[in-house]
């Protein structure tokens, strides 16, 4: 018998598994262990969302597919601390748990109140952690994510990678890969705190024996605000470009102007915010050196982000300031709901645990038919930035 489980891997923002028994039962379930035998026709659907890049997948005539990863890294994992000299996989998992650990208590620590954590383990290979706070005594809400994931790499999966993403796969399909990654978005109550969201993540498709056939990682930092101060965006920015400076002069201008052309509302002529890092399909250099760039970029996560909320979580605002915020709100859901490639995949995705999908969305939003912002005013103001997105330090 053909055993079935739908898995949902999201990108940006986190990546998680759900089964719907609605729509398959217990006695469908599939479970990819290594060396897990996989036979069937018109089987389920698999649907990943790899943070903001998604590739929907379909498995069907899949054949038998073999590979020691999963067994091979949970010995590993057993025999204590992971090292340099580990797989890369198990490096990146390392990395973003301790990284989301870092960044939850940096955001308890200002907040004042813990997060609501959820686990879960798949044991023939993956697991996630999903920390959520809302209602905070600074953030309205905040969203940190990791999820690691092994899984079969369908033939529909490899022709659509290779045809949207110019991969070079050997392979006709099905193939093993793994993926990890952290994302997050926190939305502070103040508005004149910005909302801001972070997400890197590693992907590698393995050969039988479990090594990497091919790799590569993506992710990215972007601010938010509803009311524009120069010297947050010029902060947000600096810290990036010091860290990208670290690696390749090139890429925090190849980096911003990607993150501008990424974020940006079709339908309404405007940038999400003013802007930061995004990169993807990232495979330049050797692993261990963009690794060390994911790494540094992660770790400056708290530097970007913290020192403007601690300014402005204070500062008095006004029901009219409060109601330009949840517009602009509006304005972010919308970007999600419509141009995220992660989140419009993952809706699409039967048996996708929602909750997780919308993680990134604030708890409140505003929509007002024809508002418009009078000329001089801050909210006018940033509308201008929005339509033109501006360099806030030097490219070079």
Known sequence: MFRSRNIFFNSAHSFRRQTSASLFSRSQRF??????????????????????????????NTKEVYCDAVTDDRQRRSQGSITDSDPMRLRMEAFVKELQSKIVNDIEQLDGKKFVK?????????????????????FEKAGVGVSVVYGQLPKAAIEQMRHDRGKDISADGPAPFFAAGISLVIHPHNPNAPTVHLNYRYFEIENPDGTPK????????????????EEDAVHFHQVLKDGCGKFDKQYYSKFKQWCDKYFFIKHRGEARGVGGIFFDDLDDKPADDIFGFIKEMGNRFSLSY????????????????????????????????????????????????????LMSL????????????KEGSRENELEKVLKNPRDWIPLE
């Open 306 to 357: 913290i020192p403007i909320v601690k300014k402005r979580m204070n500062m008095k605002y006004t029901p009219e300031m409060k109601e330009w915020q949840q517009l602009r709100r509006g304005r972010y859901v919308e970007f999600n709901l419509v141009w995220d490639r992660g989140t419009k995949f993952g809706l699409q995705t039967p048996g996708a645990r929602i909750e997780a999908i």
């Open 118 to 138: 959820t686990v879960w383990e798949r044991p023939e290979g993956g697991e996630g952690i999903t920390c959520v706070l809302q209602d905070g005594n600074v």
């Open 31 to 60: 479970y990819a262990t290594n060396k897990a035998k996989i036979n069937g026709k018109n089987a389920a659907s698999i649907t990943t969302a790899v943070g903001l890049g998604a590739i929907a997948f379909s498995l069907w």
């Open 214 to 229: 091919m790799w590569w990682f993506g992710g990215g930092s972007d601010l938010t605000p509803a009311y524009l101060f």
């Open 362 to 373: 604030p708890l409140t939003s505003r929509w007002e038919y024809m508002k418009e912002t």
